[in-house]
């Protein structure tokens, strides 16, 4: 077995970067590359309490939103890469929610905030 001598690193992941897990619950502070990473959480959330409160299984729920019951698995457990913000919607879409976008002009010349309000149950 070949040893590497002190000082080298493996190759594949740039030097000061970390391994995360791809679960929201460990990493929900960390945005993805786009900022949407909290907003993908609070979308996940909302589909995973919708689907726990019509008290449906993993393989009923994949069923009603077109997708299988591996990836449901996946959402609901918090591992979110590979789930865009609109793959999340039409997935709230096919679960019966109706889903607004409202875009309102920022009181200064500040940048904008990003967020999710969920109303009714």
């Not at 690193?9 to 929900?28: A, C, I, N």
């Not at 449901?72 to 109706?98: A, I, K, P």
Request: proline letters at 5%; aromatic letters at 0%; hydrophobic letters at 35%.
């Amino acid at each position: 077995m070949a040893t590497r001598r002190k000082g080298t690193r493996r190759p594949g992941r740039p030097r000061g970067s970390r391994k995360t897990s791809g679960r929201v619950t460990v990493d929900r502070t960390l945005p993805d590359r786009n900022g949407m990473g909290p907003l993908k959480v609070q979308l996940a959330r909302e589909i995973t309490r919708i689907i726990d409160q019509r008290e449906l299984n993993q393989t009923e729920a994949a069923a009603i939103v077109g997708d299988a019951a591996s990836q449901m698995s996946l959402l609901m457990s918090g591992h979110l890469r590979g789930f865009s913000v609109e793959r999340l919607l039409r997935t709230l879409l096919r679960l019966g929610r109706n889903v607004e976008v409202v875009l309102r002009p920022t009181p200064s010349q500040r940048r904008g905030k990003l967020g999710m309000k969920a109303v009714g149950g």
